[in-house]
């Protein structure tokens, strides 16, 4: 069974300061993964998509980098701004045809001004 | 979260009582799904669809049921609600294989 893991749960941060945010896996064979924000009380909103075959995909100031390998993903925030304060989610997807996503638990993030 | 729609947005049951929840999408996507989203556990899986007329179980499916009769809508019913579906539900679509997920804004569902 997929284990997704996120560490650390919470993080604070100054504005303007670089987040890393973090996603392990137990079991390399995936499809792609996926990152998700979610502000309190609210939907997810999906952020950034990395098929297994790429190493890296860029959207702004993100960037999320996985490494099958080493079952792990890192999402880079540059430049954090008090609006980038939410929780982020990481979902990895098994298979074509298999759809179940195993989302990780999430980090919660503060950007303080 | 445009295209998929859930209703209602908020719920209080009482235990025993049963009801639906709705998910309806406009995006004319083959898969839809359902999780929920408890404190410190992540989402988990209740049931999914791959298209009309075609259901499955997920991770956690015990106490509910669904159906797919339309592309566009995926209904989650509670049999007999229980205090521990007091959670978030949320509905998830995606189209073909190589594109992620679109979730909808979510049900808070507490059942007293």
């Known amino acids: 069974k997929q284990e997704v893991t996120q560490i650390p749960a919470a993080l604070s941060v100054p504005e303007g300061e670089n987040l890393v945010l973090n996603c392990s896996f137990t079991?390399?064979?995936?499809?792609?993964l996926q990152w998700f924000r979610q502000d309190p009380g609210k939907g997810l909103t999906s952020l950034l998509l990395i098929q297994s075959s790429q190493r890296e995909q860029t959207s702004g100031r993100l960037n999320a980098s996985l490494d099958k390998s080493s079952g792990r993903s890192t999402l880079y925030i540059a430049a954090s701004q008090p609006g980038d304060s939410a929780t982020y989610l990481c979902a990895v997807r098994p298979g074509f045809n298999d759809y179940k996503l195993s989302f990780g638990a999430g980090t919660t993030v503060t950007v303080r001004a | 979260n445009a295209g998929v729609t859930q209703t209602p947005k908020f719920q209080v049951l009482k235990t025993g009582q049963s009801m639906t929840l709705q998910c309806a999408q406009d995006?004319?996507?083959?898969?839809m799904s359902w999780y929920r989203q408890d404190p410190g556990m992540g989402l988990r899986l209740i049931h999914y669809s791959v298209g009309a007329g075609i259901t499955d179980q997920g991770e956690v499916p015990n106490g509910y049921n669904v159906s797919r009769s339309t592309t566009e809508d995926f209904p989650l019913r509670l049999l007999s609600a229980a205090p521990s579906q007091t959670s978030v539900y949320f509905c998830?679509?995606?189209?073909?294989?190589?594109?992620?997920?679109?979730f909808g804004s979510g049900t808070r569902l507490t059942v007293v």
């Open positions: 079991d390399s064979a995936i499809y792609n």
């Open positions: 995006m004319n996507h083959e898969y």
């Open positions: 998830a679509v995606q189209d073909k294989p190589n594109y992620g997920y679109t």
